[in-house]
């Protein structure tokens, strides 16, 4: 797959140094987004989609594109830490105040819309995961790696 390219070298260098990753995935079309704690993707990740109506019944791949990969945890607590705080502010996500005003066919396409939300539940979990000393923000080894 042309588009995971740098993903997989990303994936390649840091295999040794690093055992503790996360890759963030987004949806072509409709902008979901599925966290992975490998580059290679399971169907069962889409169980991440809590609602079954937008959830897809087969993981295709060439709909998935890597985002972002981080990799450099100082434990295996901290990764799924943040893994457990990002998916629950993704399911928690503020709503609208006219969100069920709204036909149905509008509110689903709003809540697949997870880009943005997701990446700002990743910096505030970085920062809770600090707070909690779970990193240490002066001898983090976390690198970050985004889509171009």
């Known amino acids: 797959m042309k588009h995971n390219f740098h993903l997989y070298k990303f994936e390649k260098t840091f295999n040794v ?8 995935f987004r949806h072509v079309a409709t902008s979901q987004v599925l966290i992975s704690p490998q580059v290679n993707m399971k169907n069962r990740y889409l169980r991440q989609t809590l609602n079954p109506a937008l959830r897809s019944h087969q993981l295709r791949k060439d709909l998935w594109q890597p985002f972002l990969g981080v990799c450099g945890f100082k ?9 457990n705080f990002i998916r629950f502010r993704l399911e928690n996500k ?9 036909p149905k ?14 990446v700002l539940a990743f910096c505030e979990g970085i920062k809770e995961l600090i707070k909690r000393k779970l990193e240490d923000p002066d001898q983090s080894q976390l690198l970050l790696f985004w889509e171009k």
Do not use: N, T
């Open 94 to 102: 503020p709503k609208p105040p006219d969100y069920y005003q709204q």
């Open 17 to 24: 140094e690093y055992i503790e990753k996360l890759f963030f």
């Open 75 to 83: 434990s295996e607590a901290s990764r799924i830490s943040l893994l």
């Open 105 to 118: 066919r509008l509110r689903e396409v709003e809540d697949m819309k997870e880009i943005e939300y997701s």
